[in-house]
């Protein structure tokens, strides 16, 4: 109990720390104070899950930094009622703390290892809106379009056509563009983005990696 209890802590010592300076809507610090990101990463970098740095996961592949899923979180502009699509599930931490946010997520993964694992830990968490397949994310989830909000969560050079036609008119879309954090609003069927700072992420995994 004592460990839980240090854990905890620490969470919302880092909450304060850096996430709550930084977003104006009041349930992301929630939803941050919520999720435990020590499930999030492997056994040896538990000790760093409350360090505000990117940690690798396996497979190539990194959960990022705290503070940067805060912002990017927080250009989703939502309020609950959402359906939203995320591209790239990674280790599952921004879909669990989009759980919090949104009616229902949506997340596609590439790698069925990571896949696999983030079902896991939104079964031990209790997290029943977020739904993982296994697929190509640039050809984003048809079945299920048209979406609120659409995050992708890896590098791309531009936004593949199919998740912009699966946005709805009005919807948000987070992403980043080589190394620039962009989001933004479709309108009249085009996307209008703009610059949200210098980033950097894994590059986004296609059918033709």
Same mark, same amino acid.
């Not at 699509?85 to 997520?105: N, R």
């Not at 050079?157 to 919807?171: A, Y």
């Not at 209008?192 to 033709?208: A, C, D, Q, R």
């Given at each position: 109990?004592?460990?839980?209890?240090?854990?905890?802590?620490?969470?919302?010592?880092?909450?304060?720390?850096?996430?709550?300076?930084?977003?104006?809507?009041?349930?992301?610090?929630?939803?941050?104070?919520?999720?435990?990101?020590?499930?999030?990463?492997? !056994?040896?970098?538990?000790?760093?899950?409350?360090?505000?740095?990117?940690?690798?996961?396996?497979?190539?592949?990194?959960?990022?930094?705290?503070?940067?899923?805060?912002?990017?979180?927080?250009?989703?502009?939502?309020?609950?009622?959402?359906?939203?699509?995320?591209?790239?599930?990674?280790?599952?931490?921004?879909?669990?703390?989009?759980?919090?946010?949104?009616?229902?997520?949506?997340?596609?993964?590439?790698?069925?290892?990571? !896949?696999?694992?983030?079902?896991?830990?939104?079964? $031990?968490?209790?997290?029943?809106n977020v739904v993982v397949i296994v697929g190509d994310g640039?050809?984003?989830?048809?079945?299920?379009?048209?979406?609120?909000?659409?995050?992708?969560?890896?590098?791309?050079?531009?936004?593949?056509?199919?998740?912009?036609?699966?946005?709805?008119?009005?919807?948000?879309?987070?992403?980043?563009?080589?190394?620039?954090?962009?989001?933004?609003?479709?309108?009249?069927?085009?996307?209008?983005?703009?610059?949200?700072?210098?980033?950097?992420?894994?590059?986004?995994?296609?059918?033709? $990696?």
């Open positions: 109990m004592a460990e839980f209890s240090s854990t905890e802590q620490l969470r919302q010592q880092f909450v304060q720390t850096y996430i709550a300076p930084m977003v104006t809507d009041s349930r992301v610090v929630t939803a941050f104070q919520t999720i435990p990101r020590e499930i999030f990463v492997p !056994a040896e970098f538990q000790s760093a899950a409350y360090q505000d740095r990117a940690l690798p996961i396996g497979a190539g592949q990194t959960i990022s930094q705290p503070s940067l899923v805060a912002q990017m979180t927080e250009l989703l502009q939502l309020t609950g009622t959402e359906t939203v699509l995320e591209i790239g599930t990674g280790s599952g931490y921004q879909a669990a703390i989009l759980s919090h946010l949104a009616k229902q997520v949506y997340s596609i993964e590439r790698l069925d290892v990571l !896949a696999q694992q983030a079902r896991e830990r939104f079964k $031990q968490l209790n997290i029943t640039a050809k984003g989830y048809q079945s299920k379009a048209p979406f609120d909000a659409i995050i992708i969560t890896a590098t791309t050079p531009q936004v593949p056509q199919p998740l912009i036609e699966q946005l709805k008119e009005n919807g948000r879309l987070v992403v980043p563009l080589g190394n620039r954090l962009m989001a933004g609003t479709k309108l009249n069927g085009a996307l209008h983005l703009t610059n949200h700072g210098l980033v950097e992420f894994v590059p986004l995994i296609t059918s033709h $990696q």
